[in-house]
């Protein structure tokens, strides 16, 4: 499964934000907590339901996500 599939957008779960596949966990949480300095093995620690690679998923959003065309009126 690419990692990007482990990630929804559903407007009935989180209020349509992105969530890790089959969770309430909003991927911002998760990049949150690892911003704040907490490693992976913590994260995973505090939330069992996560898996490393549903961590790697939301690390590959956000990436994805700044990682856009910029345009210019000329």
Do not use: F, Q, W
């Not at 929804?8 to 990049?31: K, S, Y």
């Not at 069992?48 to 959003?61: G, S, V």
Request: glycine share 6%.
């Amino acid at each position: 499964m690419p990692l990007l599939d482990r990630i929804a957008i559903d407007p009935e779960v989180a209020h349509g934000r992105p969530t890790v596949r089959g969770t309430r966990m909003r991927v911002g949480d998760v990049l949150a907590l690892l911003a704040a300095g907490a490693n992976e093995a913590e994260v995973l620690d505090d939330y069992p339901y996560l898996t490393a690679e549903d961590i790697k998923a939301c690390l590959e959003y956000a990436a994805a996500l700044v990682d856009h065309a910029i345009l210019t009126a000329s």
